[in-house]
Nanobody, 118 residues
Framework: QVQLVESGGGLVQPGGPLRLSCAAS??????PSWIMRWYRQAPEKERE????????????EYGDSVKGRFTISRDDAKKMVYLQMNSLKPEDTALYYC?????????WGQGIQVTVSS
């Protein structure tokens, strides 16, 4: 079955960097219909898409609030998806989820906390 495991979260000071990783298993990672995404959800806020990446990195998109600061990437050989977060702000504090979408069905990781605070 599809499994997504996030790692790399934690506490970081404003302006600092952090890299999240997502290990994927249980499906053909490079199959064109799979879209990998990072979402986040802050307390009392709706879940929002942070970034998405298609197979072979053909299409990459970002949410408006992270453009120019975050970079999504993937390593197909390792079946990994990464989210490099730079210039972090307190408002980036949230639970971050790795997601895989296939034919309209979404699969989720357990989520990992990112806290930006001095």
């Amino acid at each position: 079955q599809v499994q997504l495991v996030e790692s790399g979260g934690g506490l970081v000071q404003p302006g600092g960097p952090l890299r999240l990783s997502c290990a994927a298993s249980g499906f053909t990672f490079t199959f064109p219909s799979w879209i990998m995404r990072w979402y986040r959800q802050a307390p009392e806020k709706e879940r929002e898409v942070v970034a998405s990446i298609s197979s072979y990195s053909r299409t990459i998109e970002y949410g408006d609030s992270v453009k120019g600061r975050f970079t999504i990437s993937r390593d197909d050989a390792k079946k990994m998806v990464y989210l490099q977060m730079n210039s972090l702000k307190p408002e980036d504090t949230a639970l971050y989820y790795c997601s895989a979408r296939f034919n309209g069905n979404d699969y989720w990781g357990q989520g990992i906390q990112v806290t930006v605070s001095s």
